[in-house]
């Protein structure tokens, strides 16, 4: 089976996320892709993280009714903060027979060499790699393993959700219903 890995913060989970997860598992050569709940990027502050099982919650009731999809917690029970390659090693090894697919927005390309063993990614793993607004597109010398994918381009972003919830703004639409409840339930990001 081959099975993109979407990482991400999912702080909230919304449509953007969503849009591009289901293309990526219904137009490439991936069976499914699963969204990797991660408890903290290295690149990222934690102050504004919500608890990584809340989050956790909102994506399995975002995907529950596509069986494109599917949802992990594996970082949860690894060293913080995760780095991709632990993760893609784990995975191996606990799913030897699949093989596993990093999907990267454009905009990480950058970064990229600056991961931890980000040449070992590029040895063991593909990496489709989907366009962002406003990124620059980079250059990898020799890469094979990249395959650029023209998934469409959805500007939302869960900074602007939690803004929006904060100054108790509509996120109609942005989210999927049961994810906008859950935040209403749990008074989230108020």
Do not use: C
Request: net charge negative; aromatic share 12%.
């Amino acid at each position: 089976m081959k099975v993109g890995l979407l990482f991400g913060s999912f702080n909230p989970i919304h449509i953007g996320h969503l849009i591009l997860a289901n293309f990526m598992a219904t137009n490439t050569d991936l069976d499914t892709v699963w969204l990797v709940v991660s408890p903290q990027n290295p690149f990222k502050p934690s102050n504004t993280l919500l608890h990584e099982f809340d989050r956790l919650q909102m994506v399995t009731l975002a995907i529950e009714d596509n069986p494109n999809l599917g949802v992990s917690n594996i970082e949860f029970s690894m060293p913080k903060p995760s780095y991709t390659i632990d993760t893609l090693t784990y995975l191996q090894e606990k799913y030897p027979s699949y093989e596993f697919v990093l999907i990267m927005g454009e905009d990480n390309l950058p970064l990229f060499p600056k991961w931890k063993n980000a040449d070992r990614i590029m040895e063991y793993h593909q990496v489709y790699v989907y366009p962002r607004s406003g990124s620059v597109t980079t250059e990898l010398p020799e890469m094979p393993n990249v395959r650029f994918v023209k998934a469409p381009i959805l500007d939302i972003s869960a900074t602007f959700i939690r803004k929006s919830i904060k100054e108790e703004k509509s996120i109609r639409y942005l989210v999927p219903e049961a994810v906008a409840e859950y935040i209403q339930v749990h008074k989230l990001y108020q």
